[in-house]
DNA sequence: ATATGTCTTGCAACTCGTTGCATAGGTCGG
DNA sequence: CCGACCTATGCAACGAGTTGCAAGACATAT
């Protein structure tokens, strides 16, 4: 039931097509959400039945026509409840963890080849948040509003990352 | 198409029936994972019918019945070979860090708040597990085996609850 | 002009998970 | 005995999310 809340905070960053949403939920609120295409566009077309959006069809040189989605009035109003809600302390869910636990009812060593890849993948999204970091944010002492709290987002995304890449280490050196 | 597999770890590790599961989940297992009885119920019974598990009634004193669930061998099969399987880098999802990004489009206090009571929710959980470790694992440098998986385990939803905990302190700080 | 590719949107079927309710056995207090 | 409550299992309906496929618009190359 939040999909639609991650879209509302999207387009109310910027108006886009259901392919850039997709496209955009790869990249910076990717770090904290994920969805595919068919998903997004089937949440906008049940968003646009609700009035929460407009649309407006936008022609294109050298490539078919797309469907611009904005957030109309009623879905600010949306979008600022969702705000003043209560969040509930999402469950977690890590295959990997679980295999960790579970690493000797099997190959062992094939378990630890897993972490070792995750480890890996990890180490290099960590590289990657760094750089956007320095590029995208090199004085963050003079952010505010918005901005401010996508770079602090991002924060986030780094810490998880260090997470991930720490509790990896301490599993395959003491295991 | 995971549930199956949390189900074959908390299993091998002990036989139990459905609402014994289930409250298992929501303590050590469930740091990393987490399911309803309704669901775990569903999922025994199709597990049973594949001829994962063995089941047998067992009579209480003062209570009903319970039906006790063990890994059969074809089910010990099914774990070796999802432990020899590639795991996928699984897709995070944060309302939290949604509505963090999102503050400037709502009542900003309103989201501060949220972020303060997630804080001291992960500041207790963060101290539970503590307690657990020097309970449980007075001596850590000891441990071998399916001992030490649950140890470091265990050690990755204390680094969890650290990345929670940090960040939002991080966040309330500067925002 | 035809084939190939890619961008954009979308449908249909399926699995997974949640919520609400139901049933049955058993205890304990009044 | 009756009502309230706990344990244990389960059904039905719904919503959310994924996967596979399709179709139309436009571009380029042969």
Redesign the interface.
Known sequence: M?LE??LL?AL?ERPASGLELARRFDKS??????ATHQQIYRVLGRMEGDGWLTVRTVAQTGRPDKKEYAVSAAG?RV??D???A??????????????????????RE??RR?LT??LA??ETRLAAYHQMVEEQYPDPHALT??D???Y??L??GV??E??WT??LS??LE??
Request: glycine residues 8%; without cysteine.
């Open positions: 939040a809340h991650a905070v109310r609120i990717g770090f904290f959400w994920h600010e979008l600022a969702w705000l003043a209560d969040t509930p302390v999402e469950p977690l869910r890590s295959e990997l963890a679980l295999k960790a636990r579970a690493a000797s009812y099997g190959d094939a378990v897993q890849d995750h993948e990890h509003g918005a401010l709290d996508r602090l987002v924060r986030g810490r998880l260090e997470f720490g509790w301490e599993y003491h295991a």
